[in-house]
């Protein structure tokens, strides 16, 4: 059965890194544009980031510029987000999920939910305090 399994999650203090991980099985992640999303509690759903098919196409929301860094490893069938310089406004369930973007799409665009996502992760939890 296809799925994505995210990782990485936990407790960090302010300043700190993490790097969560979401593989794939069941199907190929490179057939896809991979996003990451998160949620805060009492806040809707929200993109971070994503990466194309081809792993020169990366967008970042303005929340993850210059800290966070997305990549992927096809032959793991493996998306990373490493975040550093974590805030405590970056606490929330973080979610990839696996985006049906048209080739001629612009990858900003990827975090519409226009766009069908036809597979998701379970979530993970990430927490930044003191």
């Known amino acids: 059965q296809p799925q994505l399994v995210e990782s990485g999650g936990g407790l960090v203090q302010p300043g700190g890194s993490l790097t969560l991980s979401c593989v794939a099985s069941?199907?190929?992640?490179?057939?896809?544009?991979i996003g990451w999303f998160r949620q805060a509690p009492g806040k809707e759903r929200e993109g971070v980031s994503c990466i194309g098919r081809h792993v020169r196409s990366i967008n970042y929301r303005d929340s993850a510029k210059g800290r966070f860094t997305i990549s992927r490893d096809n032959a793991k069938n493996t998306v990373y987000l490493q975040m550093n310089s974590l805030k405590p406004e970056d606490t929330a369930v973080y979610y990839c999920?696996?985006?049906?973007?048209?080739?001629?799409?612009?990858?900003?665009?990827?975090?519409?939910?226009?766009?069908?996502?036809?597979?998701w992760g379970q979530g993970t939890q990430v927490t930044v305090s003191s």
């Open positions: 069941g199907f190929s992640l490179d057939d896809y544009v």
């Open positions: 999920a696996a985006i049906v973007l048209p080739a001629d799409a612009s990858l900003s665009t990827c975090y519409s939910d226009y766009y069908r996502r036809p597979y």
